[in-house]
C-alpha cells in the first residue's frame, strides 16, 4: 500500500475515534434538554401567563385577584405547613387504591371470560357498552338511595368507572392470544397453571397493566366530585369547605394539590406498572416451556408461509 495513502488514512481514523465522545455527549445533552428542561419550562410559561391573566383581570375586578398565583402559592406553603390538608389528601389516596382494587377484582375475571369466550362476549356486549357509555356520575343520585351517606357510594362510582378499562383492555389481550402457544405448553409437559402463568400471562400481561394505567386515572378524576356526596374528608371535601369559607386562595390551592397528586400518581403508576426484564441464573421449567413454545410456533408459522407440510417424527 501506498505510504502517502496510508499516513492520509490515519489521522482521518483518529479523528473519527475522538469525534465519537463529543457526539455522544452532545446527544446526552439534548436528551437532557427534552427530558427536564423543556417541561420546567413549559410549567414556568403557564405560571407566567396565569399571573399575566390574574394582572390585567384584577384591573377591572378586585375580586379576581384573589386567585392570582401569589395568594395561592402561600395558601398552598400554609396548608402544607400547617397539616391541615393531610388528612384530607390521605382519606383520597384511600378511597382511591380500594376503588382500583374493586375495579381491578371485577374487570379482570370478567375481560377473561370475554375475551376467551365468544358465546358470552356476544352475550354481554350490548350490556357492556351501554353501561359503559354511561357517565360514571351519572349513577350519584341512585348510589345514594341504595348505599346512604358516606364512603359507599364513593365506592361504588370509582369502580364503575375504573373498571371499564381493565375490562376492555385483559378482553383483547385474550382474544389477541395465540392459543397454538398454549396447545404447544401443554404438549410440551406443562401443566395448566405453568401454561397459564407463564406463556399466558406473559402475552396478556402489557395490555392488562395498560388498562390498570387507565384505570389509575379514572379513578382520580371521578374520586373529587364523588366526595363531595356526603363524605367528611378528603379533597373534593375540603374544595367545598373552601367554596363556603370564602376562602378562595385555598380553593386554588387545593386544586394545585389535585392536579400535583394526579401528575404523581400517574408517574407511580406507570413506573409500578412498566414492563420488568430480570435475566434469570438459571431457567426454571416454566422458562423452559415457554422458550420452546415460542420456538414450535415459529417452526409451524415458518412452515406454513413456505407452503410446507409438517414432517412427521420418527414414530409416525
Known sequence: MDPEYTANIRPTTRDTRARQPRQRGSTWRWSVLLDYVLPIVGVALVIGLWWLASVLLASRSAFLARFAPEPAFAA??????????????????????????????????????????RHFARLSGPVFQFLRMISPLSWTPLAIILLGVGDAPVYFLLAIGGVWPVVLNTAAAVAALDRRLLLVGRSLGGTRGEVARTIGWSAIRPQVLTGLRLAVGLTWI??????????DSG??????????????AELVATILVIGLCGFLI?????WLLRERRCAAARPTRADRIVTAAGAESAQAETARHDGLAPQPGPGA
Open 76 to 117: 398552598l406553603a400554609r396548608l402544607l405547613s400547617s397539616g391541615e390538608i393531610w388528612p384530607h389528601l390521605l382519606a383520597s389516596l384511600r378511597r382511591v387504591l380500594l376503588g382500583l382494587a374493586i375495579s381491578a377484582a371485577l374487570g379482570f375475571p370478567l375481560g377473561l371470560l370475554v375475551g376467551g369466550s
Open 222 to 231: 371521578i374520586l373529587v366530585p364523588a366526595e363531595m356526596l356526603g363524605v
Open 235 to 248: 379533597l373534593g371535601y375540603f374544595l367545598l369547605d373552601t367554596r363556603d369559607r370564602l376562602a378562595y
Open 266 to 270: 400517574d408517574g407511580a403508576a406507570r
